[in-house]
């Protein structure tokens, strides 16, 4: 029962919100649909490098000597059957099914405090309108990206993915979270 339901609703998410993010025309009208796993990684580059992806709420975002600075939460990501064994794991005493096709697992407490690079690149699934339907993947400027958040409220309880060159954001990306 558990299976066809987490089944059920993966294919309803999906099928609801387009399996590829830029599926139906260039500027990518449907829903970006997120990866089945996603934990924060660090890795080098050809040039040395150090790229760091995570997943994160934003915490704090304030501006200081002239530069955007973001306080985050780092949370991993499950969909579809790893979200459920994730939920089953973190819940061993819960009877029900659990409803939703993704699980956000936010075990530590930690705070990590990033500069922005003024050239980073912000990309926002619920900025705006377009078509009667969310402007997905809509890039916008640092502005519209701060005006964003604070419209939202912080802490802001979505997740964003992270991308922290040499300890510098390089990009940040909203996840669209059904």
Wanted: proline fraction near 7%.
């Amino acid at each position: 029962m558990r299976k066809t339901y987490l089944l059920l609703t993966s294919l309803i998410f999906c099928t609801l919100f387009g399996t590829d993010a830029h599926a139906g025309s260039p500027q990518g009208t449907a829903a970006p649909v997120p990866p089945q796993v996603m934990v924060p990684t660090s890795s080098k580059d050809k040039h040395g490098n150090t790229i760091e992806k995570s997943m994160a709420y934003v915490k704090s975002l304030q501006v200081k000597n002239g530069k955007l600075i973001v306080s985050l939460d780092y949370v991993q990501w499950f969909f579809g059957e790893a979200g459920a064994k994730a939920y089953r794991q973190d819940h061993p005493l819960e009877k029900e099914d659990y409803p939703m096709p993704y699980y956000i697992r936010n075990n530590s407490p930690k705070i990590r405090t990033f500069e922005v690079s003024p050239k980073a690149s912000f990309t926002l699934q619920t900025n705006s309108i377009k078509d009667d339907n969310f402007n997905w993947n809509e890039s916008v400027n640092t502005d519209t990206f701060k005006k964003f958040m604070l419209s939202k409220g912080i802490p802001y309880h979505l997740p964003f993915h992270i991308e922290v060159t040499n300890g510098i954001i390089t990009k940040i990306t909203e996840q669209y979270v059904p």
